[in-house]
């Protein structure tokens, strides 16, 4: 059983490169989301995807910002010239088709730091 | 907008100790999932929560959920070292794009 794989585990990156995140979801999960969690806080959404369709984008999410899901199985997530506000720990979820919950599992994250 | 708060945010405690971790929400909501997430690491699913009353329980640690009082506990029975991490309860409005709001965290340090 393959849980929820990230790529890159790390980056180091220097402002204003631009960089791109790989999540690729468990094999029958339609649903895949993106957090984003800074140091001593919780996770915070992102943006959201069932299937290949993006549903929701937080107001977190700037123009610097873009999500992909081309074919409803891996995602990718681009941040343009970055910023040192940028440096997180981006998350990857995603979540079966259930009518009445959505426990979402969880990747290994993608450490940014952008120096 | 919907907020999730716990507390404590820390907690330090002896082994062999009981706590309560609390996690009060500010909409309507029946589904509640807490998580575990040790440092450096993602998050673990403990447990899921969906209507009032629920109760889970796994070794040491025991959920519920009041959807009225808008309130879930997490009750940790004679902690030991291994408990040791943050726990974070999340909770899912549903109509939201089914995003999960997440409290702050509570670090729980567990002490021989």
């Known amino acids: 059983d393959t849980g929820v794989s990230q790529d890159p585990r790390h980056k180091i990156t220097k402002r204003g490169q631009n960089v791109t995140f790989r999540c690729d979801p468990i094999?029958?999960?339609?649903?895949l989301y993106w957090y984003r969690q800074t140091l001593g806080q919780g996770p915070e959404f992102l943006t959201y995807f069932q299937n290949e369709a993006q549903l929701e984008k937080s107001r977190l999410l700037s123009d610097r910002f873009s999500a992909e899901r081309p074919k409803g199985s891996f995602s990718t997530l681009e941040i343009q010239r970055t910023e040192q506000g940028d440096s997180a720990m981006y998350l990857c979820?995603?979540?079966?088709?259930?009518?009445?919950?959505?426990?979402?599992?969880f990747g290994p994250g993608t450490r940014l730091t952008v120096l | 907008e919907l907020k999730v708060e716990q507390n404590p945010l820390f907690l330090s405690m002896q082994e062999g100790k009981n706590y309560t971790i609390y996690c009060n929400y500010s909409t309507t909501s029946d589904r509640l999932y807490w998580y575990r997430q040790d440092p450096g690491k993602s998050l673990e699913s403990l447990f899921v929560?969906?209507?009032?009353?629920a109760v889970k329980q796994e070794g040491r640690l025991m959920a519920s959920l009041d959807t009225k009082a808008r309130l879930s506990t997490l009750h940790i029975t004679a902690a030991v070292h291994d408990l040791s991490a943050t726990y974070f309860c999340?909770?899912?409005?549903?109509?939201?794009?089914?995003?999960?709001?997440f409290g702050g965290g509570t670090r729980l340090m567990v002490k021989p």
């Open positions: 999340a909770v899912d409005t549903f109509n939201a794009g089914n995003m999960l709001t």
């Open positions: 979820a995603s979540s079966g088709d259930r009518p009445t919950y959505n426990e979402q599992f």
């Open positions: 929560l969906l209507s009032n009353g």
């Open positions: 094999s029958e999960h339609n649903r």
